[in-house]
């Protein structure tokens, strides 16, 4: 049975940092980070490949997050530094089986989210 679990959420100020944490148990998975703000469309984050070796990040994010993973204990990081008030959304974690992708609808399990609120 394959289960995300998403920890590290919480309030920031701007240009802090913050690290997420997936713990994904169940296969050996191509991992993503998306999120979603009030209002908004989910929005791609960040993919990284199985074993680890090809990395994806959307736009917004590029050079200031960062994803990475530790095989050994099956979890998927999310670094993400210089933070603005519009990184404020919850975090998702997503795990798919092949290449990485931006796409949501590719990824086949879900976390229940983190909320990461950046603010003064």
């Known amino acids: 049975q394959v289960q995300l679990v998403e920890s590290g959420g919480g309030l920031v100020q701007p240009g802090g940092s913050l690290r997420l944490s997936c713990a994904a148990s169940?296969?050996?998975?191509?991992m993503g980070w998306f999120r979603q703000a009030p209002g908004k469309e989910r929005e791609f984050v960040a993919a990284?490949?199985?074993?680890?070796?090809?990395?994806y990040y959307g736009d917004s994010v590029k050079g200031r997050f960062t994803i990475s993973r530790d095989n050994a204990k099956d979890t998927v990081y999310l670094e993400m530094n210089s933070l603005k008030p519009e990184d404020t959304a919850v975090y998702y974690c997503?795990?798919?089986?092949?290449?990485?992708?931006?796409?949501?609808?590719?990824?086949?399990?879900w976390g229940r989210g983190t909320p990461v609120t950046v603010s003064s």
């Open positions: 997503a795990a798919r089986w092949g290449v990485v992708t931006p796409t949501s609808s590719q990824y086949r399990y």
């Open positions: 169940g296969g050996t998975f191509t």
């Open positions: 990284i490949s199985w074993p680890g070796g090809s990395t």
